[in-house]
């Protein structure tokens, strides 16, 4: 697998994780905006030229580990966040409620 890069683009209101692969102009995200102390994960977007990587998985790491290091809570509205949430019982102190 080729090395996949994560970068975070916070905004006042939410932000973006961006996953960059090498040689691809195309850029896997995953939104979400921010509720207080809650951070609402709703879109997990991965282009077809850079699928099957398991860029989405690595998006959702970024937003967890996010979480355990900055102390929010994430509130998966995403199906694929919350079928990843569903698979790692060790996340669910992360849940918003």
Do not use: N
């Amino acid at each position: 697998m080729d090395e996949v890069t994560i970068t975070r683009h916070p905004t006042p209101a939410g932000g973006e994780y961006h996953a960059h692969v090498p040689g691809s102009s195309a850029i896997g995200r995953l939104t979400w905006t921010r509720q207080g102390a809650v951070r609402i994960a709703d879109h997990t977007i991965v282009p077809p030229e850079i699928g099957g990587r398991g860029i989405a998985a690595l998006l959702v790491d970024a937003l967890v580990a996010d979480a355990r290091e900055q102390g929010f809570r994430i509130d998966p509205e995403c199906s694929y966040i919350a079928a990843a949430f569903k698979r790692h019982p060790d996340w669910a102190d992360l849940l918003s409620g």
